[in-house]
Protein backbone atom coordinates (compact mmCIF):
# COMPACT_ATOMS: atom_id res chain seq x y z
CA UNK A 1 0.00 0.00 0.00
CA UNK A 2 1.49 3.33 -0.88
CA UNK A 3 1.72 6.20 1.66
CA UNK A 4 1.35 9.98 1.69
CA UNK A 5 4.66 10.57 2.93
CA UNK A 6 4.05 14.52 3.96
CA UNK A 7 1.54 12.72 6.44
CA UNK A 8 3.95 11.22 8.94
CA UNK A 9 5.54 14.49 9.87
CA UNK A 10 2.02 15.38 11.58
CA UNK A 11 2.07 12.30 13.90
CA UNK A 12 4.55 14.31 15.87
CA UNK A 13 7.35 16.25 13.99
CA UNK A 14 9.75 13.54 15.51
CA UNK A 15 13.84 13.09 14.40
CA UNK A 16 13.08 9.56 12.82
CA UNK A 17 13.20 9.29 9.37
CA UNK A 18 10.10 9.00 7.01
CA UNK A 19 10.75 5.44 6.36
CA UNK A 20 11.08 4.55 10.15
CA UNK A 21 8.00 6.49 10.87
CA UNK A 22 5.96 4.42 7.65
CA UNK A 23 6.92 1.07 9.23
CA UNK A 24 5.76 2.02 12.99
CA UNK A 25 2.53 2.79 11.89
CA UNK A 26 2.56 -0.34 10.02
CA UNK A 27 4.07 -2.37 12.71
CA UNK A 28 1.53 -1.01 15.24
CA UNK A 29 -1.88 -0.85 13.72
CA UNK A 30 -1.93 -2.61 10.27
CA UNK A 31 0.26 -5.44 11.82
CA UNK A 32 -3.07 -5.96 13.98
CA UNK A 33 -1.20 -5.98 17.47
CA UNK A 34 -4.77 -4.00 18.78
CA UNK A 35 -7.19 -5.37 17.04
CA UNK A 36 -6.01 -8.95 18.16
CA UNK A 37 -5.38 -7.86 21.46
CA UNK A 38 -7.84 -6.84 22.83
CA UNK A 39 -9.59 -6.56 19.87
CA UNK A 40 -11.99 -4.06 18.10
CA UNK A 41 -15.06 -2.06 19.88
CA UNK A 42 -18.57 -0.71 18.87
CA UNK A 43 -19.66 2.50 18.27
CA UNK A 44 -22.91 4.44 18.08
CA UNK A 45 -24.31 4.88 14.50
CA UNK A 46 -22.39 2.89 12.47
CA UNK A 47 -22.67 -0.66 11.86
CA UNK A 48 -18.95 -2.18 11.71
CA UNK A 49 -16.83 -2.45 14.68
CA UNK A 50 -13.97 0.53 15.33
CA UNK A 51 -10.91 0.60 16.51
CA UNK A 52 -10.32 0.85 19.80
CA UNK A 53 -6.49 2.05 19.90
CA UNK A 54 -5.85 5.73 21.01
CA UNK A 55 -3.72 8.58 19.66
CA UNK A 56 -1.46 9.27 22.74
CA UNK A 57 -1.42 5.50 23.15
CA UNK A 58 0.02 5.08 19.49
CA UNK A 59 2.80 7.81 19.38
CA UNK A 60 3.90 6.02 22.79
CA UNK A 61 4.42 2.87 21.48
CA UNK A 62 5.99 4.04 17.88
CA UNK A 63 8.33 5.53 20.14
CA UNK A 64 9.33 2.91 21.64
CA UNK A 65 9.44 0.49 19.03
CA UNK A 66 11.45 3.22 17.32
CA UNK A 67 13.94 4.25 19.93
CA UNK A 68 17.74 4.04 18.77
CA UNK A 69 16.87 2.87 15.52
CA UNK A 70 18.86 5.17 12.54
CA UNK A 71 17.53 3.52 9.23
CA UNK A 72 20.87 3.15 7.15
CA UNK A 73 23.11 3.59 9.93
CA UNK A 74 24.46 0.24 11.33
CA UNK A 75 22.54 -2.74 12.12
CA UNK A 76 19.22 -0.66 12.42
CA UNK A 77 17.30 -3.95 11.45
CA UNK A 78 18.82 -5.95 14.60
CA UNK A 79 17.94 -3.05 16.70
CA UNK A 80 14.50 -2.56 15.07
CA UNK A 81 13.68 -6.46 15.96
CA UNK A 82 15.01 -5.92 19.40
CA UNK A 83 12.53 -3.33 19.60
CA UNK A 84 9.44 -5.33 19.13
CA UNK A 85 10.53 -8.16 20.69
CA UNK A 86 10.90 -5.95 23.81
CA UNK A 87 7.63 -4.28 23.07
CA UNK A 88 5.70 -7.48 22.72
CA UNK A 89 6.69 -8.89 25.89
CA UNK A 90 5.94 -5.60 27.34
CA UNK A 91 2.37 -5.24 25.88
CA UNK A 92 1.04 -8.67 27.30
CA UNK A 93 1.92 -7.51 31.04
CA UNK A 94 -0.02 -4.31 30.26
CA UNK A 95 -3.64 -4.40 32.76
CA UNK A 96 -5.70 -3.84 29.67
CA UNK A 97 -4.54 -7.04 27.80
CA UNK A 98 -4.22 -9.19 31.03
CA UNK A 99 -7.83 -8.14 31.94
CA UNK A 100 -8.83 -10.15 28.58
CA UNK A 101 -6.54 -12.60 28.62
CA UNK A 102 -6.16 -13.80 32.04
CA UNK A 103 -3.74 -16.27 33.10
CA UNK A 104 -6.25 -18.55 34.10
CA UNK A 105 -6.87 -19.39 30.58
CA UNK A 106 -5.44 -22.21 28.56
CA UNK A 107 -3.34 -21.80 25.34
CA UNK A 108 -6.16 -23.27 23.14
CA UNK A 109 -8.31 -20.59 24.91
CA UNK A 110 -5.47 -17.74 24.42
CA UNK A 111 -4.76 -18.55 21.23
CA UNK A 112 -8.66 -18.87 20.30
CA UNK A 113 -9.40 -15.41 21.83
CA UNK A 114 -6.94 -13.78 19.97
CA UNK A 115 -7.76 -15.64 16.35
CA UNK A 116 -11.10 -14.45 16.95
CA UNK A 117 -10.67 -11.15 17.68
CA UNK A 118 -7.94 -10.71 14.47
CA UNK A 119 -11.21 -11.81 12.13
CA UNK A 120 -10.08 -15.90 12.17
CA UNK A 121 -7.24 -15.46 10.17
CA UNK A 122 -5.51 -18.71 11.38
CA UNK A 123 -5.67 -21.66 9.82
CA UNK A 124 -6.08 -25.17 11.81
CA UNK A 125 -2.34 -25.70 11.41
CA UNK A 126 -0.93 -22.22 12.20
CA UNK A 127 -3.69 -22.94 15.23
CA UNK A 128 -2.95 -25.68 16.76
CA UNK A 129 0.97 -24.56 16.21
CA UNK A 130 0.46 -21.84 18.45
CA UNK A 131 -1.49 -23.61 20.98
CA UNK A 132 1.13 -26.33 21.29
CA UNK A 133 3.90 -23.35 21.46
CA UNK A 134 2.54 -21.96 23.81
CA UNK A 135 1.64 -24.77 25.72
CA UNK A 136 5.68 -25.82 25.93
CA UNK A 137 6.94 -22.25 26.71
CA UNK A 138 8.49 -22.35 29.95
CA UNK A 139 7.88 -18.74 30.24
CA UNK A 140 4.39 -18.05 29.55
CA UNK A 141 4.77 -13.91 28.96
CA UNK A 142 6.87 -14.76 26.21
CA UNK A 143 5.18 -17.70 25.18
CA UNK A 144 2.70 -15.12 24.87
CA UNK A 145 3.59 -13.09 23.33
CA UNK A 146 5.21 -14.74 20.48
CA UNK A 147 1.80 -16.04 19.94
CA UNK A 148 0.46 -12.51 20.21
CA UNK A 149 3.13 -11.48 17.14
CA UNK A 150 2.19 -14.39 15.39
CA UNK A 151 -1.77 -13.54 14.95
CA UNK A 152 -0.50 -9.93 14.27
CA UNK A 153 1.70 -10.23 11.76
CA UNK A 154 -0.74 -12.73 9.88
CA UNK A 155 -0.52 -11.76 6.48
CA UNK A 156 -4.71 -12.45 6.01
CA UNK A 157 -5.05 -9.34 9.07
CA UNK A 158 -2.72 -7.23 7.16
CA UNK A 159 -4.89 -7.66 4.22
CA UNK A 160 -7.83 -7.03 5.73
CA UNK A 161 -6.81 -4.90 7.99
CA UNK A 162 -5.16 -2.04 6.15
CA UNK A 163 -7.86 -0.03 5.29
CA UNK A 164 -9.13 0.74 8.44
CA UNK A 165 -5.22 1.59 9.68
CA UNK A 166 -4.75 3.84 7.08
CA UNK A 167 -8.00 5.89 8.03
CA UNK A 168 -7.37 5.89 11.38
CA UNK A 169 -3.69 7.22 10.62
CA UNK A 170 -5.50 10.32 8.54
CA UNK A 171 -7.36 11.11 11.97
CA UNK A 172 -4.09 10.66 13.97
CA UNK A 173 -1.86 12.66 11.68
CA UNK A 174 -3.75 15.16 10.11
CA UNK A 175 -6.29 15.72 12.76
CA UNK A 176 -4.86 14.54 16.02
CA UNK A 177 -7.56 13.21 17.15
CA UNK A 178 -9.56 9.83 17.84
CA UNK A 179 -12.59 9.76 14.69
CA UNK A 180 -15.32 9.98 17.09
CA UNK A 181 -13.40 13.33 19.23
CA UNK A 182 -15.21 16.31 18.79
CA UNK A 183 -16.27 17.54 16.16
CA UNK A 184 -17.78 14.42 15.29
CA UNK A 185 -19.56 12.04 18.35
CA UNK A 186 -18.68 8.85 16.52
CA UNK A 187 -17.20 6.60 13.98
CA UNK A 188 -19.32 7.60 10.96
CA UNK A 189 -17.22 9.74 9.06
CA UNK A 190 -14.71 6.98 9.64
CA UNK A 191 -16.79 4.79 8.15
CA UNK A 192 -17.53 6.70 5.35
CA UNK A 193 -14.05 7.21 4.35
CA UNK A 194 -13.23 3.03 4.53
CA UNK A 195 -16.05 2.68 2.23
CA UNK A 196 -15.03 4.88 0.11
CA UNK A 197 -11.74 3.46 0.42
CA UNK A 198 -12.88 0.43 -0.05
CA UNK A 199 -14.81 1.53 -2.99
CA UNK A 200 -11.54 2.22 -4.97
CA UNK A 201 -9.47 -1.04 -3.62
CA UNK A 202 -7.02 1.08 -1.15
CA UNK A 203 -6.29 3.93 -3.37
CA UNK A 204 -6.21 6.68 -1.68
CA UNK A 205 -5.25 8.88 -4.54
CA UNK A 206 -8.68 7.67 -6.58
CA UNK A 207 -10.43 8.21 -3.41
CA UNK A 208 -9.14 11.62 -2.74
CA UNK A 209 -9.33 11.03 1.03
CA UNK A 210 -5.67 12.89 1.63
CA UNK A 211 -7.15 15.54 -0.25
CA UNK A 212 -10.46 15.74 1.62
CA UNK A 213 -8.43 15.78 5.14
CA UNK A 214 -6.15 18.64 4.12
CA UNK A 215 -8.36 20.54 2.37
CA UNK A 216 -10.86 20.64 5.88
CA UNK A 217 -11.77 23.45 7.52
CA UNK A 218 -10.80 21.26 10.57
CA UNK A 219 -7.06 20.83 8.95
CA UNK A 220 -6.36 24.73 8.07
CA UNK A 221 -7.78 26.30 11.41
CA UNK A 222 -6.08 23.60 13.23
CA UNK A 223 -2.86 24.05 11.64
CA UNK A 224 -3.20 27.74 10.74
CA UNK A 225 -3.37 27.65 6.37
Given amino acids: MMCPLRYYPMLRRSKEPTYLRFELVRYAREHGIKKAAPGDTTSPNVSVPVPIVKPQEFLQDSQRIGRGVQVGIGDWQTQLEAN??????????????????????????????????AGGV??????DALVAQVAASPDVAAGRAAALRAVAENPALKAGDSNRAFVLM??????????????????????????????????FVQAEMVKAFISSTEYRQRFGQ
Fill in 170 to 203: QYFGYLRRDPDAAPDGDFRGWQFWLQKLDQFHGN
Fill in 122 to 127: LSQSER
Fill in 84 to 117: KQAYMAEFVQRQRFTGAYPASMTPEQFVDKLNRN
